[in-house]
């Protein structure tokens, strides 16, 4: 009698892939409208002005300028896009 089982399918091959999420664009860079500044899962940082929040929760830019991270009421993240 066999000690083990025979062959079949590995139990190893089950991990997801990587969602590469966090921050795509950083305090000071200037962007323009639609490029994507945040993925991330809920609403770890919110949409400030000019920035616009995806079905995803993906934060993107409205509006060309620079993006400014800040801490607004009750300790929230903010990013928001300062037009110059």
Sequence with gaps: MAT???GGST???RESHSKRLGC???DGEIVIPGVILVRQ???HIHPGKNVMR???DTLFSSAPGSVKYHIGLKGRKFVSIVIK
Excluded: I, Q, V
Aim: aromatic share 6%; hydrophobic share 5%.
């Design 54 to 56: 995806g079905g995803d």
């Design 11 to 13: 139990g190893n091959n």
């Design 41 to 43: 899962r809920g609403t």
């Design 4 to 6: 083990s089982k025979t």
């Design 24 to 26: 795509k664009r950083f």
